[in-house]
T-cell receptor, first 115, second 113 residues
Framework: AQSVAQPEDQVNVAEGNPLTVKCTYSVSGNPYLFWYVQYPNRGLQFLLKYITGDNLVKGSYGFEAEFNKSQTSFHLKKPSALVSDSALYFCAVRDQNTGGFKTIFGAGTRLFVKA | DAGVTQSPTHLIKTRGQQVTLRCSPKSGHDTVSWYQQALGQGPQFIFQYYEEEERQRGNFPDRFSGHQFPNYSSELNVNALLLGDSALYLC????????????FGPGTRLTVL
């Protein structure tokens, strides 16, 4: 069965500092991995995805994520945080082998960036 | 180019009633998925529609049903509402082919009293 774990409910970082939001996953086959961001009272916005190839994936707004197959992790990173990055971040996984679009989301990590 | 739209924005119902939520996918997208997001939780997959048929389903009872129309728009129906059905219902559209990301609508906030 597919599952996603985001071990931190909240991450606090000062503006200008690097940030990391952690994610680990479990799928029976090869994963498609995604990060989405949600602002208050809004739907989810796509940030980046991993399908295959380079383990470092670059996405929107300066975010990037590193795929680590041996650790089954897909941590979200940004070299320099902005106050406007404060939001709720979701990691998600789909199993390539099962097909379809059944996507499993983590519980989310709230990011606070302090000025 | 309009993104994913959902209606209504908010809805208040009482236990036992039935509700219909609507979704129009992003232009060019042929697949619609529905998610339930309870307060403080991640979205939970309800089901996915492609070519007017339900293709995959999550762990939701038969009270949750849907439909996809020839123009790819979709409806989510929930019968015999329970208090626990109170949540944000998100519609996401995508292309069937490939591993593309999903584009989400703003959601419908359903409150069951």
């Amino acid at each position: 069965a597919q599952s996603v774990a985001q071990p931190e409910d909240q991450v606090n970082v000062a503006e200008g500092n690097p940030l990391t939001v952690k994610c680990t996953y479990s799928v029976s086959g090869n994963p498609y991995l995604f990060w989405y961001v949600q602002y208050p009272n809004r739907g989810l916005q796509f940030l980046l995805k991993y399908i295959t190839g380079d383990n470092l994936v670059k996405g929107s707004y300066g975010f990037e994520a590193e795929f680590n197959k041996s650790q089954t992790s897909f941590h979200l990173k940004k070299p320099s945080a902005l106050v406007s990055d404060s939001a709720l971040y979701f990691c998600a996984v789909r199993d390539q082998n099962t097909g379809g679009f059944k996507t499993i989301f983590g519980a989310g990590t709230r990011l606070f960036v302090k000025a | 180019d309009a993104g994913v739209t959902q209606s209504p924005t908010h809805l208040i119902k009482t236990r036992g009633q039935q509700v219909t939520l609507r979704c129009s996918p992003k232009s060019g997208h042929d697949t619609v998925s529905w998610y339930q997001q309870a307060l403080g939780q991640g979205p939970q997959f309800i089901f996915q529609y492609y070519e007017e048929e339900e293709r995959q389903r999550g762990n939701f009872p038969d009270r949750f049903s849907g439909h996809q129309f020839p123009n790819y728009s979709s409806e989510l129906n929930v019968n015999a509402l329970l208090l626990g059905d109170s949540a944000l219902y998100l519609c996401a559209s995508s292309l069937r082919q490939g591993a593309g990301e999903q584009f989400f609508g703003p959601g419908t906030r359903l409150t069951v009293l």
